[in-house]
């Protein structure tokens, strides 16, 4: 084949073009399953720092088998599923319609008290944000949150993922004195002081902010059907508990006598 016609270019080219394309094919086939292993580290050490657990990569396997007690997928109505909790992927569920969407929801045991562990997807400026937030046992305060980002800008919204974004979320109320949802805001500007709903903004990150604000809001009130229906669970436990107690009291007065 004579070297200078354009046919042995043309030739040479695609020829360089496939061996590349079947290398790159190969080397992200091989490297899939590291990559989603990394996936899956990562996710539990956010799970786990949203309850004040901070560790490493490395160290999340063995710490989320300590701190994360149970995990399940609710459906719309709040009621547990048999659906395999790995396999639900949020950016997917969020663009179902709201009947058909599925929510993982995580349970830790803190000290003794359960924290519930809700995972977060929503749109920043420039790409997704995500991250968890957890509530105490009263299903209504806040006991921690972490915050991630994929394209938003530096310095201005990618601080979500800072502390000091993150840490003023502690504490705060997702529903007001009357019991209503209210979520929390991130206000431009700054929170008003004693505001239980509201959290300051990042200076010149008002869209991402605004984006945090309506994830939560999104997110949080998709479970407010399971949060109904424990809080009447956990009315008829206490009952029930109370009532035992009394029988107890009672057959130990009768005893005395």
Known sequence: MDLNKNTYVFFF?????LVVAALLSFTSIKLKPLQQKNIA????QNILSSV??????EEADLNYEKYITDSFVLDSDGQKTDIDISSVQLNKETKKPKKEQNMPLYISNIDGSEKYIIPLRGTGLWGPIWGYISLDNDMNTVYGAVFDHKAETPGLGAEINRDFFEMPFNGK???DLKGDF??????????K???YHGVDGISGGTITSDGVTAML????EKYLPYFENKMKEN?????MNFVEEDINLNDTINKLN
């Open 173 to 175: 109320k997702i529903f």
């Open 52 to 57: 004040g657990i901070y560790v490493s990569r």
């Open 217 to 220: 809001k999104e997110r949080l």
């Open 41 to 44: 580290l990562e996710n539990k």
């Open 193 to 195: 002081e004693n505001d």
């Open 13 to 17: 080219s695609t020829a360089m073009v």
């Open 182 to 191: 209210v979520s929390i805001a991130v206000v431009k500007g700054g929170a």
């Open 235 to 239: 009315e008829v436990n206490d009952i």
